[in-house]
């Protein structure tokens, strides 16, 4: 490993970090510095002040705020220890001279895993079979269930995470189409159109960033035209679908359940609505997180860190 010029202090926003991860950053002359939850906006500048630090490791979406930047005058790299950058104020950290970075598509192969099996567990009703069972239950072949094979499932967001959900759906057997203008979704078909797509699909799959443009854009009037009983799934970001527009669709019957890893208020707090649905499937944000995905996103995340501050290119995408 090529070091960099100078000793550089890393902060994680976490306690913790791949031991992979840390010996990249160590060999290239780092010292690493970590932080316990809870992580507010205060606390992060404070820290950063504290040690100095070159880059920060941002683990999860902790707040990188205007005022955050401007109280790390040293900084010179944010590293998404994965993909998410929706916690960073972009215009701020451009105009810090502060550059960010994501681990582009490392995590893409575990979050389109865990996008298709909500799918498959709410199209064979699994949960709800699972609670009868525990409940004494046995509705043997009086259950009718359906097959995954031969829905159509509309995909929101083709980046690498979109694209790899759709390849293993279509392997599956089902149809996919693809939120993008024709002709360039690796030969899945396409609609340019979201509410055209809509009325298309059985099963919605979200995997766009969270933007000003993506705020809010499943709400009442996008449920209404999917199918009635359609699915959706959302391993994007919570707040990309309207979640009360989603409550009163899901409890009107309209939609036949979803599929859910991401949510506006994170942990999903105690009593929430959702949480009473038998229809819906609730996962806490860790569709990107096996081990092997956990390693190959920190060890890149690393990689990043020394790369940039050494001068050297980042690879494309990377970069944002």
Same mark, same amino acid.
């Given at each position: ?24 950053? *160590? ?50 790299? =944010? ?5 998410? =950058? ?7 950290? $451009? ?36 609670? *009868? ?10 259950? /009718?269930?359906?097959?995954? $094979? ?12 979109? $694209? ?13 189409? %693809? ?33 000003? /443009? ?22 994007? $970001?919570?707040?990309? %679908? ?34 009473? &649905? ?27 860190? =020394? ?11 990377? &970069?944002?």
């Amino acid at each position: 490993m090529t070091t960099t010029s100078t000793p550089f202090n890393v902060l994680v926003t976490a306690e913790h970090w791949a031991p992979e991860a840390q010996a990249v950053v *160590q060999q290239a002359g780092g010292q690493i510095h970590f932080m316990a939850e809870p992580i507010t906006a205060q606390n992060l500048a404070e820290r950063l002040a504290q040690t100095g630090a070159q880059a920060l490791v941002l683990r999860g979406s902790k707040p990188v705020s205007a005022a955050v930047l401007r109280a790390a005058p040293a900084l010179r790299i =944010v590293a998404k220890n994965g993909a998410g =950058v929706d916690s960073v104020d972009m215009e701020a950290a $451009r105009t810090q001279g502060v550059a960010v970075a994501v681990a582009q598509a490392a995590n893409a192969p575990a979050v389109a895993e865990h996008a298709l099996a909500l799918m498959l567990a709410l199209v064979r009703q699994l949960p709800q079979l699972d609670q *009868q069972v525990r409940a004494g239950g046995w509705a043997g072949s009086n259950w /009718q269930g359906r097959d995954f $094979r031969g829905s159509t499932v509309g995909i929101v967001g083709y980046g690498a995470i979109g $694209r790899a959900t759709a390849q293993l759906a279509a392997a599956l057997g089902a149809k996919v189409l %693809v939120l993008r203008p024709a002709g360039q979704a690796d030969g899945f078909d396409c609609e340019p159109d979201l509410r055209q797509l809509l009325p298309r699909v059985d099963i919605l799959s979200l995997h766009c960033p969270l933007t000003e /443009q993506t705020r809010g854009l499943i709400g009442a009037n996008e449920l209404a035209l999917l199918r009635p009983g359609s699915l959706l799934i959302n391993t994007a $970001r919570g707040p990309v %679908v309207d979640e009360a527009a989603l409550l009163a669709a899901l409890e009107s019957g309209h939609l036949g359940g979803a599929g859910l890893d991401t949510f506006d208020i994170e942990p999903l707090p105690q009593g929430h609505p959702l949480a009473r &649905l038998p229809q819906v499937l609730l996962t806490p944000h860790v569709a990107g997180v096996t081990r092997q995905a956990a390693l190959r996103v920190a060890t890149l995340t690393a990689t990043n860190i =020394v790369d940039h501050l050494a001068g050297r290119p980042l690879p494309a995408g990377h &970069l944002l």
